[in-house]
């Protein structure tokens, strides 16, 4: 995936590439993004390096689970993670119909934030998960006290539907459409191509 994501000013955020995660080459990275205290929704705050290897190592192990690294400019930047809810993360906990794709997806903490970045993120996302003729709806799980991802979701279309109680939070159970999606794409994320 190659993208040029743009923030809702119109201004150019970079370039933004996905590539697939190397569990043990990346590990010490994540775990600097998975201990800091902007990622604590992640839920790995007292993790050690160790736990992030291993916990990755298991991801790429998973046919129904894949792990990337997002490179912004060819930096690394963000994570994404894309599931198959039928079996990883939803399992018994909502009717899933075909085509769901769950997703989740984390930013890097950084000194020097770029206005529209995180959005720039969460729309190349989705459109990677789009790419794929197959994806119908894309299936998120957020912490119902995380009202920062919300409101990110419903802009990019994401619609909630209620509020689920998984083994390690309480979840808002939230779907995007292709339909959706394009909708919420309007002139402030036009901007994102292949």
Request: hydrophobic letters at 40%; proline letters at 8%; aromatic letters at 8%.
């Amino acid at each position: 995936m190659s993208r040029t994501g743009t923030a809702g000013t119109g201004d150019t955020v970079g370039t933004l590439t996905l590539r697939p995660l190397d569990p043990l080459k990346d590990a010490g990275l994540l775990h600097s993004w998975v201990t800091h205290p902007k990622a604590a929704y992640w839920m790995m705050q007292d993790a050690k390096p160790e736990d992030v290897e291993r916990e990755y190592m298991a991801v790429a192990a998973s046919e129904h689970h894949h792990a990337y690294l997002g490179l912004h400019d060819g930096r690394p930047a963000f994570l994404m993670e894309k599931y198959d809810p039928r079996y990883i993360e939803l399992a018994g906990l909502y009717e899933p119909e075909p085509g769901d794709v769950g997703m989740h997806f984390l930013v890097a903490p950084t000194d020097r934030p770029v206005h529209g970045f995180t959005r720039a993120v969460i729309t190349a996302v989705m459109e990677e998960l789009f790419a794929d003729p197959g994806t119908r709806r894309v299936v998120v799980e957020p912490d119902v006290t995380n009202t920062a991802v919300h409101a990110l979701n419903e802009a990019v279309g994401f619609v909630p539907e209620r509020e689920i109680e998984k083994p390690e939070k309480r979840a808002l159970l939230s779907f995007c459409t292709r339909e959706h999606f394009s909708q919420k794409r309007g002139p402030a994320t036009r901007g994102v191509s292949a």
